[in-house]
């Protein structure tokens, strides 16, 4: 099961249309992780395999996005992503939430109940 790759264009219709938004408005319907990365990242490569396996276990209760830096420099710019991997934990209602580094699968898992109320 590969995750979506957002661009620009996906980013607005799935995640906020910031064009037509200034303030945050999730375009989404279910709660979503987006994970900001890069190919020549080692910790990126780490979370990389532990998303897979949560999305397979948490299935559609929620999405999971990846957003590669390198290519939308304009979406990193907009959420100030300054260190690689950066995960966003966005919620179905509230804001969105914003963890830095390679975190370990429990901490996912706490987030993922914590943060966007998923079971």
């Known amino acids: 099961m ?12 799935k995640v906020f249309n910031y064009e037509t938004n200034k303030e945050w408005k999730f375009e989404g319907v279910k709660p979503a992780i987006i994970d900001f990365y890069a190919d020549w990242c080692a910790p990126c490569r780490m979370v990389a ?3 897979e396996e949560l999305k397979e276990e948490y299935g559609d209760k929620l999405d999971i996005f990846k957003i590669n830096t ?6 990193a710019g907009m959420f100030g992503v300054q260190s690689i991997p950066s995960l966003l934990f966005i919620p179905a209602e509230g804001q969105p939430q914003m963890a830095m580094g390679a975190l370990p699968k429990d901490t996912f898992k706490k987030a993922i109940s914590d943060v966007l109320k998923v079971n």
Do not use: G, N
């Not at 590969?2 to 264009?9: A, F, I, N, V």
């Open 2 to 13: 590969t995750l979506e790759h957002l661009t620009k264009d996906t980013f607005k219709t």
């Open 49 to 51: 395999p532990i998303l």
């Open 70 to 75: 390198e290519q939308e420099q304009e979406l």
